[in-house]
Structure formats: C-alpha cells, structure tokens
T-cell receptor, first 113, second 112 residues
Framework: DAGVTQSPTHLIKTRGQQVTLRCSPK?????VSWYQQALGQGPQFIFQ???????QRGNFPDRFSGHQFPNYSSELNVNALLLGDSALYLC????????????FGSGTRLTVV | QQQVKQSPQSLIVQKGGISIINCAYE??????FPWYQQFPGKGPALLIA?????SEKKEGRFTISFNKSAKQFSLHIMDSQPGDSATYFC???????????FGTGTRLKVLA
C-alpha cells in the first residue's frame, strides 16, 4: 500500500518563475493538505483540498494556488517565485475527518536562486 | 494565540535514558495534540496523539503527558535508542479547522 507520493523530489527555479508540485495521496484518503517547511522550522499550513475545493487556507499570498483532481491527487502552484519561497513543501493526505491524522509525503525540496 | 511553543531546540541523551520534549499553547480551543517524528530527507510521521480529556497516553516507549490547566503537553521517550535520533514536532489543532499548528521542532540525538 503506497503512502503519499510527491514529485519531483528536488527542484531548482529562478526568481520570478512559476513552479508546479504534485502529490498522490495515500490509498483510501480523500483530503490533501499542503505545508511549507523552511529550514529548521516546523511545517506551516498552506491550504487543504477536499472534494476538489479549497476547504481552508493558511496565511499565504495568492501566488500560492492549488488544485485537486477527481482521483484525489493534487497540485501546488507557486507563481512569481521569491527567494523566500525556498523550502521543503510537504503534502499530507487524510480522511475528511481530521481526527484520523495526516500521512505526510517526503516532500519536494524547492530552491529558488 | 495560534502559536505552539516547543522546547528545547536540541537535546542530547545517552542510550537508555529518558528524552523529554515540552510544548505549550495559548489557544484553549485546541483539542487534538499529535507528535510527529521526522528523519532527514523524510516527511513527518505521526508518533502518538492525545485529546485533552485524558492526562496521559502511552504507546510503547512513547508517552504523552497533558496538563490542561497549564496548557502544556510533553513527549517522553523511555529507554531512548540511537534510532530515535530525529527531529520531533508537537502540533495542535481544533475542531472546525483543518490545519495543524506545529512547534518549531526539537532535534534529538541519542548517543550510543
């Protein structure tokens, strides 16, 4: 039973560019959340998708957007990249009921130069 | 009020010792407190979680102690092993929201 799969694992982009990160949730999970983890910090909530809709959003600018597909997989898009966007981006899947807890992927390491 | 404060930032323990990591919160609406373990290059993995209706929860060598009046909770790792060397995060969330608020992490090193 595959866990949460994220791609790519590493990515280097230039300031001002756009990037798309992808996530396949754990089998049986229907909800996908995205977190940003800066070096040496805890993960920060970006947003959560359920039933192909953004259900809740954290304190991130509109440059961060997402999508969830009918098969529950998800994309995170970041436009107009800034140096400060360099971080590990984590996808977490869960069942709609929060209490079941997240299963995290290994993340995508984004470096903006 | 949305913060979860975690301490210490780093911890070194001898093999077989007890590792203790503490977290404090302000938001009394928080009602779910998980602990995550993260190895380098990996995503966080759920270790153990507790709700405020119990004061302690134990799973193997890992125990969460919860003090509702003090708004504090802690993770105890008994008989710490070198394989426990990782970064540990506490987190909190509340009913009606879907996000977790994470602490800043504790880097644990267990010496062989």
């Amino acid at each position: 039973d595959a866990g949460v799969t994220q791609s790519p694992t590493h990515l280097i982009k230039t300031r001002g560019q756009q990037v798309t990160l992808r996530c396949s949730p754990k089998s049986g999970h229907d909800t996908v959340s995205w977190y940003q983890q800066a070096l040496g910090q805890g993960p920060q909530f970006i947003f959560q998708y359920y039933e192909e809709e953004e259900r809740q959003r954290g304190n991130f600018p509109d440059r961060f957007s997402g999508h969830q597909f009918p098969n529950y997989s998800s994309e995170l898009n970041v436009n107009a990249l800034l140096l400060g966007d360099s971080a590990l981006y984590l996808c977490a899947s869960s069942l709609a009921e929060r209490s079941y807890g997240y299963t995290f992927g290994s993340g995508t390491r984004l470096t903006v130069v | 009020q949305q913060q979860v404060k975690q301490s210490p930032q780093s911890l070194i323990v001898q093999k077989g010792g007890i590792s203790i990591i503490n977290c404090a919160y302000e938001n009394t609406a928080f009602d779910y407190f998980p602990w995550y373990q993260q190895f380098p290059g990996k995503g966080p993995a759920l270790l153990i979680a507790i709700r405020p209706d119990v004061s302690e929860k134990k799973e193997g060598r890992f125990t969460i102690s919860f003090n509702k009046s003090a708004k504090q909770f802690s993770l105890h790792i008994m008989d710490s092993q070198p394989g426990d060397s990782a970064t540990y995060f506490c987190a909190a969330s509340s009913t009606g929201t879907y996000k977790y608020i994470f602490g800043t992490g504790t880097r644990l090193k267990v010496l062989a």
